[in-house]
């Protein structure tokens, strides 16, 4: 059954931070439901929205990053931070999950979010 608490965030929460600040980016780390740890990404130098909807006309100020095909809709340097950020949320998580039998079995599931539907992601440009 998957489980995430605070003491296992705050194991997590240093390395991502870290990531995080190495790419100009801001964001907070929580824990939803006992079971999914959550990268909510505020602000920062990469612009992710434009990134994500250069060819589609249907831009948003927010967005759920599928973190199993995110690296078909990012390149460059959005692709390279969530690459990072999705692997060290996931440091010491396992899934030994068989879907075509209905058996799901994880450690954590973990959600990323570039805004949120009522704070949008503000993209800051470099000075």
């Known amino acids: 059954m998957a489980y995430m608490n605070q003491e296992m965030k705050k194991a997590i929460a240093p390395v991502v931070k870290n990531i995080l600040k190495r790419y100009g980016v801001k964001g907070t780390l929580s824990v939803r439901n006992h079971s999914t740890l959550v990268l909510n990404i505020t602000e920062g130098k990469i612009n992710f929205l434009k990134n994500y909807f250069r060819n589609n006309d249907e831009a948003r100020d927010y ?65």
């Open 63 to 127: 967005i759920s990053v599928n973190r199993y095909w995110f690296h078909e809709h990012f390149d460059g340097l959005a692709k390279a931070c969530l690459s990072e950020v999705i692997e060290a949320m996931n440091k010491g998580n396992w899934n030994n999950s068989q879907i075509e039998v209905d058996y799901f079995d994880v450690g954590w599931y973990i959600d990323v979010n570039i805004g949120k539907w009522n704070k949008p992601y503000k993209h800051i440009e470099a000075a």
